[in-house]
């Protein structure tokens, strides 16, 4: 059983700069986003899964200041983008070249994946892996 009726998910980063995290993430997979406008720029990741960037302030005003203000834990990681991809390598690389920062080199890891991670301009963590055959 679905979670989501309509088969469709989207993951929403906090940026501090929409335009400046726009551009990384173009950089980063290659192609436009499928939406661009002012408080938001989705990109459709894989299937069904779209990455939304919104503003920190578009946040807080819609949630009508009753949460704690994301730009008050900029560049502090809570989560991670965990992207299955073909080559982890040349992503880590890419997101580097667009301004992100590299962690750890792609590497197995003990849960059975090649897994590279890096951040991208807010800190938000990524993580580039493929399955160890």
């Known amino acids: 059983m679905s979670v989501c009726k309509n088969e469709n998910l989207m993951i929403i980063f906090y940026v501090k700069d929409q335009g400046k995290s726009k551009v ?12 661009d406008v002012v408080g938001m720029t989705e990109f459709h990741i ?36 965990y992207i299955f991809v073909d080559d982890p390598d040349e992503y880590y690389l890419r997101a580097i070249t667009a301004g992100g920062t590299g962690i750890s080199k792609t590497e197995l890891r003990n849960w059975g994946d090649y897994v590279a991670y890096c ?8 993580a580039f892996a493929k399955k160890a055959n």
């Open 24 to 35: 990384f993430y173009k950089k980063l997979l290659g192609y436009e986003p499928t939406l």
């Open 119 to 126: 951040s991208d301009v807010d800190g938000h963590i990524l």
């Open 46 to 81: 894989v299937n069904n899964v779209l990455l939304g960037l919104m503003p920190e302030e578009g946040i807080m005003r819609i949630l009508e200041n009753k949460i704690p203000n994301p730009k008050d834990a900029n560049g502090v990681p809570r989560s991670e983008l």
